[in-house]
């Protein structure tokens, strides 16, 4: 006897079942718990390779910056070496004015005490220190008081005495000249020391 089983066989089906990999929600849920901490790692990276390219370009602008600015510092080291042999040359310009005025105030001085339209002659002038010698010549003995006494008026000399006075004739010219030397102290040192 044969024996027809009009059923379908459900043994067919659970071998398809089984032959078809079924997935699992633990494996889904293992894979994106392993995908979102790859894809935090990927971003992290990103951000991180972002970050190095933007600092190394700015590193390499502030390189060009510092390179520029140490030229700039050269520059104006340069400058300051150049003003300063300037000022150097202009207080020595100013020292030799200086000391210019001090024998031009002294013969100033000198000039404006000799009496008006006076045969009076200077020969010789000496500075050592403060002390000032006066050599000269005259015709009229009477006017070396009135020298004299125009020296002490101003406000440049004081201590003006006569050293000596010699009255001797002079042959060519047969007139009598008086040679007389003075010896005064300068009230302001002057500067050609």
């Known amino acids: 006897m044969i024996k027809v089983n009009l059923f379908r066989d459900k043994t067919q089906k659970v071998r398809k079942a089984a032959a078809k990999p079924a ?4 494996g889904l849920l293992m894979a994106v718990l392993l995908a979102l901490p ?3 790692l990927g971003a992290w990276w990103y951000q991180i390779s972002t970050d190095i390219q933007s600092l190394t370009e ?6 060009a910056e510092d390179a520029r600015l140490q030229g700039l510092k050269k520059e104006i080291a340069r400058h300051e070496e150049l003003k300063a ?4 040359r202009i207080d020595v310009i100013e020292r030799l004015k200086d000391s210019q005025s001090g024998p031009v105030l002294l013969l100033n001085h000198v000039i404006q005490s ?4 006076s045969p009076l002659w200077l020969t010789a002038m000496d500075q050592k220190g403060d002390r000032i010698q006066i050599t000269g010549l005259t015709s009229r003995s009477d006017l070396i008081p009135d020298l004299i006494g125009n020296l002490a008026a101003g406000d440049f000399f004081s201590n003006v005495e006569l050293e000596l ?3 001797n004739k002079d042959q060519k010219e047969s007139k009598e000249l008086a040679k007389f030397i003075l ?8 500067s050609s020391e």
Do not use: Y
């Not at 997935?23 to 633990?26: A, H």
């Not at 010896?183 to 002057?190: D, E, G, H, L, Q």
């Open 183 to 190: 010896v005064c102290t300068a009230k302001r040192k002057s």
């Open 58 to 63: 700015t590193r390499n602008r502030l390189k």
């Open 23 to 26: 997935v699992s929600r633990t």
């Open 114 to 117: 000799i009496p008006r339209s």
């Open 165 to 167: 006075i010699e009255e």
């Open 38 to 40: 790859l894809a935090g």
């Open 85 to 88: 042999q300037v000022k150097n």
